[in-house]
């Protein structure tokens, strides 16, 4: 080969390798993370306004009583459910995607826009604001109506629980994550009448669709904040508070090294509520009681926890419930087990791991004892079957300071 082949050849390779880099530039672009949220604005010349500078609230004072608004973001939203909020793209957290990724975007976008409202009755006899009536008014000119819990409630047409039926899938898991959200809902929305005495705090979720793209700047408007009431428990005084906040978009690019450190930080609970069911059991006899199948299911935890999280970290299994049935004989080993049910888990090879290390479990020898006697456990020993419901959770470990 020449040296003018050589030269060639050189630059063909070099040209050959730049193609590859910039492809595989494309082909696994870096994750970008948006972060869009609302910090409040305070109005001028309005001193019944204040905001908390710790806790981004803004406080509106009625002769002595208040009302806080405060703004929450999905990472706050997600820490109220920290285990409903890590399960992908099966995430049960209602107001938020939790740590699923919009494989189109390449980011988490928000699901609703969320309020804590709080109502703070120092003064008057009794309080109330009908979440019904709030409203937020985007910059755009749009007017947005509040979600209630219920289709009955929704005066202009939104609730979660319409939200959450139309996409709703038909299977028994879709029917689970389904109820599992409303129920959240049911606890934390802004209840409806919900009076506020003297003395009393009262919180509650206030919730609307999430923001175009555009939007940059937004008014909350608290309808209807009722603070006195005539004798017959009508309305007497009513005032309205407005809120005003600015839209934010950070952007922070995810490095392998921090995904690497937030895939060390996730970890799997196993939630053992004790054993579903108990056949053949002799009265009082402890070796094959609750007890023992709660400690020797616990003894087994970190091998079901290795099972799930080795699988988890490949995308090969989503986190849910199965109930596992099983047989110990007379001698105290496992001689079948099985599973019964299973909701949210998708992998047969990770339910198999599961069963394999219930096949280890060992519990004490039982005999056969007399019918008539002192002893307190009587008749033959036999085998005793067992239905036990094991629900795997992901959560995220909090950071080592």
């Not at 604001?129 to 007017?143: K, R």
């Amino acid at each position: 080969m020449s040296l003018s082949n050589k030269q060639k050849f050189l630059i063909s390779l070099t040209a050959i390798m730049t193609v590859v880099v910039t492809a595989g530039c494309f082909l696994y672009p870096p994750e970008i993370r948006y972060n869009s949220y609302l910090v409040p604005v305070l109005p001028q010349n309005e001193p019944a306004f204040s905001q908390d500078e710790e806790t981004n609230s803004v406080i509106y004072d009625i002769g002595g009583s208040s009302v806080e608004v405060k703004y929450l973001t999905d990472t706050e939203l997600n820490t109220l459910f920290p285990v409903e909020s890590t399960q992908g793209l099966y995430s049960t957290n209602p107001y938020t995607y939790g740590n699923w990724l919009d494989p189109d975007l390449g980011y988490t976008p928000n699901k609703f826009t969320v309020f804590s409202v709080t109502i703070i009755n120092r003064t008057f006899a009794k309080m109330r604001i009908d979440p019904v009536e709030a409203v937020l008014i985007t910059d755009l000119g749009e007017t947005l109506h509040s979600y209630t819990f219920s289709v009955a409630a929704a005066k202009y047409n939104n609730s979660f629980e319409d939200y959450y039926r139309s996409r709703r899938g038909q299977s028994g898991n879709d029917y689970y994550r389904y109820e599992m959200r409303l129920g959240m809902v049911r606890g934390k929305n802004f209840g409806l009448d919900e009076m506020v005495f003297r003395g009393d705090t009262y919180s509650g979720l206030i919730s609307f669709d999430t923001l175009r793209p555009d939007v940059k700047r937004v008014q909350l408007i608290l309808n209807d904040i009722v603070f006195r009431f005539d004798a017959f428990n009508r309305p007497a005084d009513v005032t309205t508070a407005k809120f005003n906040f600015e839209r934010k978009i950070d952007k922070l690019v995810i490095t392998q090294e921090m995904k690497q450190k937030e895939m060390e930080r996730e970890k799997v609970r196993i939630k053992m509520s004790g054993p579903q069911q108990i056949i053949n059991n002799r009265i009082n006899d402890n070796d094959r009681a609750a007890l023992a199948i709660d400690k020797a299911m616990t003894d087994i935890s970190p091998l079901m926890e290795k099972c799930f999280m080795e699988r988890y970290r490949r995308n090969e299994v989503d986190p849910g419930r199965m109930v596992v049935s099983f047989t110990i004989s007379n001698e105290g080993i496992i001689v079948s087990q099985n599973v019964t049910e299973v909701i949210g888990i998708n992998s047969e090879n990770f339910m198999n791991c599961v069963l394999t290390s219930i096949k280890t479990m060992k519990f004490a020898q039982i005999q056969d004892l007399p019918l008539e006697g002192t002893g307190l456990v009587k008749g033959p020993a036999k085998a005793v079957n067992v239905l036990y419901p094991l629900e795997f959770q992901v959560y995220m470990e909090e950071e080592k300071q």
